[in-house]
């Protein structure tokens, strides 16, 4: 319909969440994926469209990565939300279906709980908002120069003309699954559940410096605090922290 809203508008107004205070430990039923690093952007998607918006204006990004999004792209139109990074493209990151969503704790990660004062909610929530903002220019220097990212996406906002921020994350995830095809610069980022230890020690060694834990039953806090979202460090495996690099921001 002619009046029906611009999926480039709906984009164009969103402002993210931001994680909230609690440990990662009390946040209910948590879907765990890592921290992708570079910016949080939201992407309008048509069957032959895609723009990217950050706090409200359109990002000038390369052709190949918006041909990629449109050639991904399966629904009417849609608003996704998610990272431009670089980190997905290390060595196949990312590639290929999700993770197992459950696994038993193997009993040789006796550390994989114990609590890292770097962990502190309050020090990563207060945190989060101003190292995103610190890795903006730096992020969008690289794309001008011709830097190839890729993005990751983690959430479903909008699709075929319906709102979904009151939608429960878990299902907001499904939907997601459902409408874009993986490929070398368009990934949806795995997740788990807090149970998979392993996956979780493994993340942290292939460099994931963070992991975030969201409420499986939450719903979108657009430009406010999300409560039932915690970021947190990987845990520790049987021979201690990852090794592995700090992510690309």
């Not at 502190?120 to 995103?132: C, G, T």
């Not at 479903?156 to 874009?180: A, F, S, Y």
């Not at 994931?208 to 406010?224: D, H």
């Amino acid at each position: 319909m002619a009046d029906d809203p611009d999926p480039r508008d709906i984009a164009a107004a969103w402002r993210p969440e931001r994680p909230g205070k609690r440990d990662a430990k009390d946040i209910p039923d948590a879907l765990v994926e890592p921290a992708w690093g570079g910016i949080r952007v939201a992407v309008s998607l048509t069957p032959d469209k895609a723009a990217v918006y950050r706090a409200g204006e359109e990002l000038d990004v390369l052709d190949t990565l918006l041909a990629a999004l449109v050639v991904a792209f399966d629904a009417v139109d849609a608003v996704v939300t998610g990272n431009l990074t670089t980190k997905a493209l290390e060595d196949g990151v990312g590639v290929g279906p999700a993770l197992t969503k459950v696994e038993r704790p193997p009993i040789l990660i006796p550390r994989a709980w114990r609590k890292n004062v770097k962990d502190d909610p309050y020090i990563q929530a207060r945190d989060f908002a101003s190292r995103e903002d610190a890795a903006a220019k730096p992020v969008q220097d690289a794309l001008a120069a011709g830097v190839t990212h890729a993005f990751v996406a983690t959430d479903l906002l909008w699709l075929d003309g319906m709102p979904l921020g009151q939608v429960p994350l878990q299902e907001r995830k499904r939907l997601l699954d459902g409408i874009l095809a993986p490929s070398e610069l368009v990934r949806v980022t795995p997740f788990v559940k807090r149970s998979a230890i392993l996956t979780l020690v493994t993340w942290g060694q292939l460099g994931f410096a963070e992991l975030s834990y969201r409420a499986a039953n939450s719903r979108y806090a657009a430009g406010s605090e999300q409560a039932d979202w915690a970021v947190s460090r990987p845990p520790e495996g049987p021979h201690g922290p990852a090794k592995g690099p700090v992510p690309a921001r």
